[in-house]
């Protein structure tokens, strides 16, 4: 008698490797917090505790160098975690936006997807202690109706959420129609991260 794991969600885990580009992108995404008129205008008006650039930038491998040249390592990670997908791709996966995330102690995004995208994934630059996880949800919550709870010490593959704690330099990728949300941080210094989209 045996038991299979059926259905798998795919979540990967790499490293930038690159302690110098992550500097030079911690600069500019800090940079952009303060001038980015229009984005904290949108932050503000959305009650985003800090800033981003989802709103009002879309061009940044275009108007930064060190942007495009981060989208030179994530094509790589995508295109590694394409193949762990077992994607039957007719051409490789590209890029179709990227923002920076700028946020504040208390600062949360609740549960969301990335519609008309393959594969999202987040680039953390910088994570103070008490910065949160990355909280990811079971596809199939909505359907367990009587299902009882599971272990805690049970497999990770078996639980209803999965946190995933980032560190700097962390690249984490899924694909886009699995649900997940930014818990709050409780750290004193801003959480930095670049989020992306791909098609």
């Known amino acids: 008698m045996t038991t299979r794991s059926l259905f798998a969600t795919r979540f990967y885990e790499g490293e ?3 302690d110098r580009l992550l500097e030079e992108l911690d600069h500019s995404c800090r940079t952009l917090a303060e001038d980015d008129r229009a984005g ?3 932050s503000k008006a959305h009650g985003y505790r800090g800033y981003t650039s989802y709103a009002s930038l879309d061009d940044l491998p275009q108007r930064d160098p ?3 040249d981060l989208v030179k ?3 790589r990670h995508v295109a590694a975690f394409a193949v762990d997908c ?3 791709l007719a051409r490789p996966l590209k890029l179709d936006s990227l923002w920076v995330n700028v946020m504040k102690r208390s600062g949360v995004h609740s549960g969301h997807i990335h519609p008309h995208s393959v594969v999202s994934g987040t680039l953390y630059v910088a994570v103070p202690p008490g910065s949160g996880a990355l909280k990811l949800e079971d596809p ?3 359907m367990m109706m009587a299902a009882p709870r599971r272990l805690p010490e049970g497999p990770a ?4 959420f999965v946190y995933a704690d980032p560190a ?3 690249v984490f990728l899924w694909e886009s129609w699995l649900r997940h949300e930014v818990m709050p941080s409780e750290a004193r210094e801003d959480r930095i991260s670049i989020s992306f989209n791909y098609r």
């Open 16 to 18: 930038l490797g690159d």
């Open 140 to 142: 199939r919550l909505a």
């Open 157 to 160: 593959d078996l639980q209803a």
């Open 66 to 68: 060190v942007f495009a």
């Open 168 to 170: 700097p330099g962390s």
């Open 73 to 75: 390592k994530l094509n």
């Open 86 to 88: 077992a994607f039957d």
């Open 40 to 42: 904290r205008g949108w």
